[in-house]
């Protein structure tokens, strides 16, 4: 059989507006159908947030002034679990420690105080003595933590010496383990 250039541009064409005539035709409402539904869905108002009725943690009710240096300490406690996780998997063990002993107020002639512009060392420190004081459960949970801190820093200072960090990353995990003990009991109110 012989095709002629003539009948190949003929039918050349013809399949060329029959691929624009689908298109058209069938892709063209099948691309409109999926973008219309978005734009409708992008004009209804998101559901209302749960409320939550109920806290089941214990409150520790504090002054305001206290209540809000001990959020400073657990924030700096929480930066402090970060460094030192940083530096133990840089190889920094010396770092890990002074992160930890620093911001736990564990160096000797040092205190546990506010790191954020929130307070100047003294009034951090004075707020951390106004009534009414922490129940004597909580004062113990912070006696462990400290304890846990003490531990952490003694261990990442050993691997400094054996190159073995093994210990400082499960002490630091039962660091980490004091804070969420605590605040799966208990809220500040």
């Known amino acids: 059989m012989v095709i002629r250039n003539s009948d190949f541009k003929q039918k050349s064409s013809a399949m060329g507006a029959d691929r624009v ?23 209804v108002p998101a559901a209302p947030a749960a409320k939550v009725t109920h806290d089941p943690r214990l409150p520790i009710v504090l002054a305001e002034a206290r209540r809000d240096n001990w959020r400073c300490l657990m924030r700096g406690h929480l930066q402090s679990l970060t460094e030192s996780m940083r530096h133990l998997s840089n190889g920094e063990f010396e770092a890990a420690a002074a992160a930890a002993e620093s911001n736990f107020g564990l160096a000797p002639g040092t205190s546990e105080y506010c790191r954020e512009p929130l307070f100047t060392r003294s009034d951090s420190e004075r707020a951390a003595t106004l009534p009414p004081s922490p129940p004597p459960e909580v004062r113990a949970m912070f006696d462990e933590m400290h304890t846990a801190a003490r531990a952490f820093v003694i261990d ?15 002490s630091l995990a039962a660091l980490g383990g004091t804070c969420s003990a605590c605040h799966v009991v208990y809220r500040i109110d």
């Open 156 to 170: 990442a200072r050993a691997a400094s010496h054996s190159k073995d960090p093994t210990a400082a990353w499960k």
């Open 21 to 43: 005539r689908t298109f058209s035709m069938e892709i063209a409402p099948a691309v409109l159908c999926l973008l219309v539904p978005c734009w409708g869905l992008a004009q």
